[in-house]
């Protein structure tokens, strides 16, 4: 992981102890996630404990301490499309994925989660993929798009 | 610094302006219980089991002792039904996470809280603190921290200060008013497996 970019994200805020939410933030948008080195990193630059850098970082859901993986898999399992059977498409997702939701697999490929409405009911059952939609899916169905990412 | 006359169940007490609730009735001898209170510390309020009665202008309010400032003409009352009450519901709270902490057991009996309202979910942690701020405001290490939020708080120490600092001081094992064992166990997973130990997410 090059984390040049962290040294430049605190300067940005003038290595300011009262910036360390906005920081860990800046951070997580640049790299997905907040790894020990960057908090280590923050801790020292800001002059606030590893123990308070942690305590903030573990405190909001907004952070992840575990990396995401390079494409985000949401299903949806609002009432629409869990009418339209949402569960068994996720139950597929899973299968082809090897993981659950809020996971990430092992290559830092996917990471899956599922969410209760993505504003596509129409569409339902709904998956998106990276901002992608894809609409009407089923079981069968569910393995092609997947395919694209890499 | 002036000098403010209150009442404190019935007794007159002269405090020094800027004194709490509870400096006040403690250079009095009257007795609040605490948990999360200690002298050498900042006033943290998580315990609220110093819960008393402010009467002050007419108004009665309820307020934690160690962090209400006296005042003049103040009536505070450290026992009543309700704040009877307030402790017993509290300690019942507790107990359901640190059911063997002798401390806690004692000022059951005194409430008559009973340890089995909620259901066991024994943590050991009651969240006073103390552990965490005073490796923070005494020793000035910062070596142990809360994590997490909400119900899966919990205190954790950092590997790399805890491995340099702990083992010679544990000044705040002792501290614990619930089980300063889980303190010792927690220093030990810190040191076994030194990753960080708050849940991956």
Avoid at chain 2, 118 to 129: D, Q, T, W
Wanted: hydrophobic share 40%; proline share 5%; aromatic share 6%.
């Amino acid at each position: 992981m090059d984390d040049s970019k962290i040294d430049l994200i605190i300067d940005k805020h003038h290595a300011e102890e009262s910036a360390l939410i906005k920081v860990l933030l800046d951070i997580q948008d640049e790299y997905g996630w907040l790894s020990p080195k960057a908090l280590k990193r923050v801790s020292e630059k800001l002059e606030v404990p590893l123990a308070r850098v942690q305590q903030t970082a573990t405190f909001y859901k907004a952070f992840s301490l575990a990396p995401k993986g390079r494409h985000t898999i949401h299903v949806c399992n609002g009432t629409s499309c869990h009418l339209r059977g949402a569960q068994r498409v996720l139950d597929k997702v899973q299968e082809l994925t090897g993981i659950k939701p809020g996971e990430t697999d092992p290559d830092l490929k996917f990471r899956l989660e599922a969410v209760n409405c993505l504003g596509q009911c129409a569409l339902g059952p709904v998956m998106e993929v990276d901002g992608k939609i894809y609409g009407k899916m089923s079981p069968k169905k569910a393995a092609e798009p997947l395919k694209k990412y890499e | 610094m002036g000098v403010v006359t209150l009442t404190i169940d019935n007794k007159e007490v002269k405090a020094e302006e800027g004194m709490t609730v509870l400096e006040a009735a403690q250079s009095a001898g009257i007795y609040i219980p605490t948990l999360c209170h200690h002298e050498k510390l900042e006033t943290y309020t998580a315990c609220r089991i110093c819960m008393v009665e402010v009467e002050s202008r007419g108004r009665v309010r309820l307020d934690t002792a160690c962090s209400h400032p006296v005042a003049n003409d103040m009536v505070v009352k450290t026992r009543s039904e309700k704040i009877n009450k307030i402790r017993k519901t509290l300690l019942e709270l507790m107990l359901a996470h640190a059911p063997d902490s002798a401390i806690l057991q004692e000022m059951a009996e005194e409430y008559g809280a009973d340890k089995g309202r909620f259901e066991k979910e024994s943590s050991f942690c009651i969240h006073c603190a103390l552990c965490v701020r005073y490796c923070a405001e005494v020793k000035k290490k910062n070596a142990i921290g809360f994590v997490n939020s909400g119900t899966k708080r919990e205190i954790s120490f950092v590997p790399e200060i805890a491995s340099q600092e702990c083992w010679k001081c544990k000044e705040c094992f002792p501290l614990c008013p619930t089980e300063a064992l889980q303190a010792a166990y927690v220093l030990a997973g810190a040191l076994t497996f030194p990753v960080a130990p708050f849940e991956l997410r």
